[in-house]
């Protein structure tokens, strides 16, 4: 009865320092700042330059494109997925579970997380943000808290054949009006009078043209949007990322769902938090690498041959019904994550380059201020109504950017910590989740 009265009187708080796990904090500030290398190009790229150098192995241009494709290409956000699976867990650690207060509590979390994907997206104006799409997935992840590890791992395969499914749904559903308004527009080209059907192919494929699949004209036009002004590049990107967090948002939960899912299991399991043998994880390395570099060395280079332009991508469209390419990227990506993740763990344990992965763990434990930190920098350097450099800079040059902004980062966030507990951002959001001022100073 004692030990039941001291649980659920216990006043719940956010997670003390000293129950932190420092390999997952290690793990969760590597993923972030692989996601910067990701995420930069969007930035900072105009469609379709990528064409320019992707399908030119004699520019260096293109084997930067093709080490990050496939170390860091969906890897980076599957860690982050995994992670967050994880924190889940460390959230209600020592807060008494049975208490409905922590339900609430959580909740809480997850809906000022999903404001702040809001801002992030509509106001800072990065339409590749996380934020919203992880608050609605937390919240439904929620609820497999106490599922055995050995059910939660299933998610992986079932949402890769799943998504897979969808996909080639949707897939086939572009393909029908392509070849509709190929069609249609063979027969304008002819001085035919157009039928109903044929005006409304015209009209769909140019709404596709619009919001997913710009011809070589919107290119431009979207490249002069985003070199102007606020109010401009709002405008054009604002209703791009309406869409994804409403009309695509069904299609996106599913697959960082199941990576958060395979976080908490991998955290019950121990592997997470290094209580594994050295053994069992060069186990992980050598069936994640063995099997995941030749699948995605293989869909790259089918990618090089068969997807090398937009007229490519056009042509391969009107021809391929299914593209059962695209299966193997979800085993590939799970594969090489999970021997990134055992790698990054071993390096970690054996000291060897401890003062880089204490940096590391210092920028995890800053995550969300260095996540938006990423956004607010590049967006004020890249888009016109900052430094202007949106179309500007080689692909390599703008990778000086990103490292740029990790040397800051892994410089200054150990110093912030050493003088507060908590990143700028972190100490809102607990703040906000607690509905109480959090301790900011280290006394």
């Not at 992670?83 to 509590?105: E, P, Q, R, W, Y």
Request: contains cysteine.
């Amino acid at each position: 009865m004692e030990q039941l009265i001291s649980s659920e009187t216990t006043a719940v708080a956010p997670v003390a320092e000293s129950s932190r796990i420092a390999i997952i904090d290690m793990l969760r500030g590597f993923a972030l700042l692989g996601i910067l290398l990701m995420n930069i190009p969007g930035f900072s790229m105009a469609d379709y330059s990528f064409e320019v150098f992707k399908n030119d192995p004699d520019n260096p241009n293109f084997w930067l494109y093709q080490f990050i494709g496939i170390f860091f290409e969906g890897k980076m956000r599957a860690m982050f997925g995994m992670v967050f699976g994880a924190g889940v867990l460390l959230f209600i650690a020592n807060k008494g579970t049975k208490d409905i207060s922590v339900h609430a509590l959580y909740y809480r979390r997850m809906f000022w997380l999903l404001l702040f994907g809001l801002i992030h997206s509509h106001l800072i104006l990065w339409i590749g943000e996380i934020l919203y799409l992880y608050a609605v997935c937390g919240m439904i992840l929620y609820l497999f808290r106490n599922v055995p590890p050995k059910y939660l791992v299933w998610a992986v395969p079932i949402v890769a054949v799943v998504s897979f499914v969808a996909g080639t749904i949707q897939y086939q559903d572009i393909r029908e009006k392509r070849i509709a308004y190929v069609e249609a527009s063979k027969a304008k080209s002819q001085n035919q009078t157009l039928t109903a059907t044929q005006n409304k192919a015209l009209t769909e494929w140019r709404e596709i043209e619009k919001t997913m699949i710009p011809n070589r004209e919107d290119a431009k036009t979207n490249t002069k949007k985003m070199k102007s002004d606020y109010s401009t590049v709002a405008g054009y990107l604002r209703p791009i990322a309406f869409d994804i967090q409403t009309k695509y948002l069904p299609f996106e939960v599913w697959d960082s769902l199941a990576l958060m899912l395979l976080g908490l299991a991998l955290f019950k399991w121990g592997f997470l938090t290094g209580a594994w043998s050295n053994k069992d994880y060069w186990t992980v390395i050598k069936i994640g690498y063995g099997l995941g570099l030749p699948l995605v060395i293989y869909a790259n280079y089918y990618a090089f041959h068969h997807f090398s332009t937009l007229e490519a991508n056009l042509a391969r469209m009107e021809q391929v019904p299914i593209n059962w390419v695209n299966l193997i990227y979800p085993f590939q990506r799970i594969l090489l994550v999970m021997g990134h993740a055992a790698s990054l763990i071993l390096l970690y344990q054996s000291g060897v380059v401890q003062g880089l992965m204490n940096r590391l763990v210092a920028v995890g434990r800053m995550a969300f201020t260095n996540y938006i930190s990423h956004s607010v920098i590049c967006t004020l350097f890249f888009f016109g109504y900052g430094l202007n450099y949106f179309a500007e800079l080689e692909f390599y040059q703008i990778y000086f950017v990103a490292f740029a902004i990790w040397a800051f980062q892994l410089i200054i966030n150990p110093i912030w910590l050493r003088h507060f507990r908590f990143g700028p951002l972190e100490w809102l959001w607990r703040s906000l989740t607690y509905w109480k001022m959090q301790p900011m100073k280290r006394s």
